[in-house]
């Protein structure tokens, strides 16, 4: 069995599901971190850098669905959440 190198950094939404806006928590902020949201259908829809370990993320001008977060550092994804705009 490996020894796992390195873990996933924490990533919480909240509220989710959100109308408005949604908070970003990271447990530990990675450099060059940036967040972005696809729809459905993979299309981003939302691309935003991440320069605190709260940060606020409006999704009032997306339309009510389901949407996957990815957490990029340096260009790679470390980790990916599901949040849900509801109107």
Known sequence: MGVPTATAPTL???????????TLRLEA?????ELVLRDALGRTVLRQRIAAQYTTVPV?????GCYSAELLAHGQRTARHTVVVQR
Not at 12 to 22: D, G, I, R, V
Request: charged residues 5%; aromatic residues 10%; glycine residues 0%.
């Open 29 to 33: 902020l990675p450099t060059n971190a």
């Open 12 to 22: 919480q939404f909240y509220p989710n599901p959100a109308s408005t806006a949604l």
């Open 60 to 64: 009032h001008e997306l339309p009510s």
